[in-house]
């Protein structure tokens, strides 16, 4: 899920990932299911020895294909449907603009209906196909019309759907009569192939149009996170600048003026006791803002991230939580200190989240390493109920994830649990 909630939504993490996982630009959990299917398939053949002609027939990825292929036909029916009815509206109306949001949202229906024929080629074509990013866009409705108009995948989707009717009609019409013939006919052992055959044909389709590997793309993205890296550390900027000014910035002032004061009382020598008052209080607001400043360099990057690690460091963060918060830490090799500051503040601003706004009675935070990635989870039990509609608390954070390479998800129902799970490049 491509979704973050408001600053009041509750954080959370849950259980460590599959180790087949990678990371979020190869999708990996989508092409897992692909890639242990053509597993099975393949070791089926080899272990049983099997002659392809025998083995083909009691592949069970042929069955899929074959109800794959019937199953594309309603599909090719409604999206040529929306491509063409919508389209043709948007067309005909954009001479008074009004058209332009409906070309706008008939390329973004054709791009949610070309996923459902993503997710169909991956299951019954064993097709590889990336999971596209989110759709990124500016402010207002200009922003996202601008986005949505300048994407190539959702042209590319226009494009499959448009094609997908015709290659549907043929594929699920040649798959049913095959089915049909194949119950009392020899053509039984040339039907295996013959759906294989338009399997294939079905899969290159898919990996060609609705795969997100085209170079402008890819600049596209990397243009994204750039602008999210300059915009994220103009906002630490800022906050930094806010609790120095608001902070110890106003504690030294008090500090200056008490000392002031003391100073006339004791050169005069006409009050030593309010003398002696002021000397404690100034002392008081030496140590709070002593305080603040030690808080303020531990959100910017804390000496026992940099001796000690994320085990030790994340600890110190679960200590400081009014929840009761279990850490799991199992990264046998540290990732690059990039990647450890950004794990470090997720986890430092989650944890906040969950004492504010979780009402929950505990939570979990788990962290390991597979491969290359480093996976974290932060799980509580609190209302749920996280909207990210209606605020923008993790969207710095998701934002954060992203300009790194990596991904946030996040899985709130009502009544919770909220499951808050990022993956990072061990290596930035």
Not at 114 to 123: C, D, E, F, K, T
Not at 262 to 277: N, V
Not at 318 to 325: I, S
Not at 363 to 373: K, W
């Amino acid at each position: 899920m491509d979704a973050v909630t408001k600053d009041g939504g509750a954080a959370a993490a849950g259980g460590p990932r599959p180790a087949d996982q990678t990371p979020a630009d190869l999708a990996p959990a989508d092409l897992a299911p692909a890639d242990l299917a053509t597993a099975e398939s393949e070791g089926r053949r080899s272990g049983t020895g099997l002659p392809p002609i025998v083995a083909v027939i009691v592949d069970p990825a042929t069955y899929r294909a074959a109800l794959s292929l019937v199953l594309l036909l309603p599909l090719g029916l409604v999206g040529f449907v929306w491509v063409v009815a919508t389209l043709a509206i948007g067309v005909l109306l954009s001479i008074t603009l009004v058209g332009i949001p409906i070309v706008a949202a008939s390329l973004m229906g054709a791009r949610q209906i070309a996923a459902v024929g993503r997710q169909l080629a991956r299951w019954g074509f064993q097709a590889k196909i990336a999971t596209p990013p989110p759709l990124a866009y500016g402010g207002g409705p200009i922003g996202w019309l601008a986005a949505v108009l300048l994407d190539a995948l959702s042209w590319r989707s226009v494009l499959y759907l448009v094609v997908l009717l015709p290659m549907s009609i043929v594929s699920a019409v040649v798959t049913i009569v095959l089915i049909m013939a194949s119950v009392l006919s020899p053509i039984l052992i040339a039907a295996p192939w013959i759906v294989r055959a338009f399997s294939a044909a079905n899969r290159w389709l898919a990996e060609r149009l609705l795969a997100p590997v085209t170079l402008s793309e890819r600049v596209r993205r990397l243009q994204d996170r750039r602008r999210q890296v300059v915009e994220s550390a103009a906002d630490e900027r800022r906050r930094i600048e806010r609790d120095l000014h608001d902070g110890a910035q106003a504690r030294l002032v008090a500090l200056a003026l008490d000392l002031g004061m003391a100073k006339e009382k004791l050169a005069g020598g006409s009050d030593p006791e309010r003398a002696a008052t002021l000397v404690a209080s100034a002392h008081d607001e030496v140590k709070r803002a002593l305080s603040e400043l030690r808080d303020l360099t531990r959100g910017i990057h804390p000496a026992v991230l940099t001796d000690r690690g994320l085990d030790a460091a994340l600890s110190a963060v679960a200590a400081r939580c009014t929840v009761p918060v279990v850490v799991s830490v199992d990264v046998p090799q540290r990732p690059s200190p990039a990647t450890e500051q950004i794990t470090y503040y997720c986890v430092s601003e989650l944890l906040v989240n969950v004492s504010r706004h979780s009402r929950a009675s505990a939570a979990a935070v788990t962290v390991h390493r597979v491969g290359d990635l480093l996976l974290l989870d932060v799980r509580d039990d609190g209302v749920g109920g996280a909207d990210p509609v209606r605020g923008t608390g993790l969207r710095g954070l998701a934002e954060r994830v992203e300009s790194a390479g990596g991904r946030l998800v996040l899985e709130s129902p009502a009544g919770g649990p909220t499951v808050i799970s990022m993956e990072l490049p061990c290596a930035l």
